[in-house]
Protein backbone atom coordinates (compact mmCIF):
# COMPACT_ATOMS: atom_id res chain seq x y z
CA UNK A 1 0.00 0.00 0.00
CA UNK A 2 1.70 3.15 -0.87
CA UNK A 3 1.71 5.80 1.93
CA UNK A 4 0.12 9.53 1.01
CA UNK A 5 2.75 12.00 -0.28
CA UNK A 6 2.84 14.80 2.41
CA UNK A 7 2.89 18.09 2.20
CA UNK A 8 5.62 20.72 4.44
CA UNK A 9 5.07 24.32 3.18
CA UNK A 10 3.81 23.56 0.07
CA UNK A 11 6.71 21.11 -1.13
CA UNK A 12 6.18 17.50 -1.17
CA UNK A 13 8.40 16.13 1.30
CA UNK A 14 9.18 12.44 -1.03
CA UNK A 15 10.54 14.75 -3.75
CA UNK A 16 14.56 14.26 -4.22
CA UNK A 17 16.51 16.80 -6.08
CA UNK A 18 17.94 16.18 -9.77
CA UNK A 19 21.03 18.25 -9.30
CA UNK A 20 23.91 16.04 -8.53
CA UNK A 21 25.83 16.06 -5.42
CA UNK A 22 29.51 16.40 -4.97
CA UNK A 23 31.11 13.24 -3.35
CA UNK A 24 31.41 13.20 0.05
CA UNK A 25 28.91 16.17 0.28
CA UNK A 26 26.06 15.34 3.19
CA UNK A 27 22.05 17.07 2.87
CA UNK A 28 21.69 17.15 6.70
CA UNK A 29 23.76 19.97 8.33
CA UNK A 30 26.86 18.77 10.20
CA UNK A 31 26.52 19.04 13.97
CA UNK A 32 28.39 22.09 15.46
CA UNK A 33 31.65 21.15 16.52
CA UNK A 34 32.63 22.57 19.83
CA UNK A 35 36.05 22.86 21.96
CA UNK A 36 36.13 21.01 24.63
CA UNK A 37 34.82 23.25 27.50
CA UNK A 38 37.74 24.83 29.84
CA UNK A 39 36.68 25.64 33.43
CA UNK A 40 36.15 29.28 34.63
CA UNK A 41 39.07 30.53 36.57
CA UNK A 42 38.34 32.26 40.05
CA UNK A 43 37.93 35.96 38.32
CA UNK A 44 35.31 34.61 36.68
CA UNK A 45 33.58 32.69 38.65
CA UNK A 46 33.47 35.73 41.12
CA UNK A 47 32.24 37.80 37.68
CA UNK A 48 29.36 35.01 37.57
CA UNK A 49 28.33 35.43 41.60
CA UNK A 50 28.54 39.21 40.88
CA UNK A 51 26.99 40.40 37.02
CA UNK A 52 26.20 43.84 38.63
CA UNK A 53 29.85 44.71 39.07
CA UNK A 54 31.27 48.05 36.98
CA UNK A 55 35.07 47.11 36.91
CA UNK A 56 35.82 44.07 34.70
CA UNK A 57 38.84 41.81 36.28
CA UNK A 58 42.26 42.06 35.22
CA UNK A 59 41.97 39.13 33.03
CA UNK A 60 39.66 40.30 30.77
CA UNK A 61 40.39 41.71 27.52
CA UNK A 62 38.09 44.08 25.15
CA UNK A 63 37.79 41.89 21.94
CA UNK A 64 36.62 45.36 19.87
CA UNK A 65 36.85 48.74 20.68
CA UNK A 66 33.64 49.72 19.42
CA UNK A 67 30.56 48.62 21.73
CA UNK A 68 27.49 47.32 19.47
CA UNK A 69 24.28 49.82 20.12
CA UNK A 70 21.13 48.59 20.11
CA UNK A 71 17.48 48.72 21.75
CA UNK A 72 15.51 45.65 23.26
CA UNK A 73 12.66 44.25 22.33
CA UNK A 74 10.79 46.91 25.17
CA UNK A 75 12.54 49.89 23.42
CA UNK A 76 14.88 50.31 25.65
CA UNK A 77 18.66 51.47 24.24
CA UNK A 78 21.30 49.66 25.66
CA UNK A 79 25.23 48.93 24.48
CA UNK A 80 27.20 45.81 25.02
CA UNK A 81 30.89 45.27 24.64
CA UNK A 82 32.83 41.62 24.29
CA UNK A 83 36.12 40.69 26.25
CA UNK A 84 37.98 37.45 26.08
CA UNK A 85 39.41 36.20 30.07
CA UNK A 86 43.10 35.63 28.83
CA UNK A 87 43.50 33.19 31.94
CA UNK A 88 40.75 30.43 30.75
CA UNK A 89 39.13 31.48 27.18
CA UNK A 90 35.59 32.44 28.63
CA UNK A 91 33.86 35.19 26.57
CA UNK A 92 31.74 37.73 28.35
CA UNK A 93 29.62 40.15 26.88
CA UNK A 94 29.18 43.53 28.95
CA UNK A 95 25.13 44.76 28.54
CA UNK A 96 24.94 48.69 30.32
CA UNK A 97 21.39 49.94 29.87
CA UNK A 98 20.17 53.12 29.40
CA UNK A 99 19.36 55.14 32.55
CA UNK A 100 20.15 51.93 34.50
CA UNK A 101 22.75 52.39 37.87
CA UNK A 102 23.56 48.71 37.18
CA UNK A 103 25.67 46.57 34.12
CA UNK A 104 25.11 43.26 33.16
CA UNK A 105 27.68 40.67 32.71
CA UNK A 106 27.06 37.57 30.43
CA UNK A 107 29.25 35.20 29.84
CA UNK A 108 28.52 33.35 26.25
CA UNK A 109 28.54 29.65 27.12
CA UNK A 110 27.76 28.39 30.05
CA UNK A 111 30.07 28.26 32.91
CA UNK A 112 31.91 24.76 33.71
CA UNK A 113 32.82 25.08 37.29
Excluded at 37 to 62: G, I, Q, S, T, V
Aim: overall charge positive.
Amino acid sequence: MARPLQRFCGIIADMKSAVPQPSGFSTMPAPHAQAPARPACAHCLALADDPRRREPHACLALRSTAPLVSQSAAGVPFSMLSFTCRECGTAWRLYDRANELFVSWVPEHPLVR
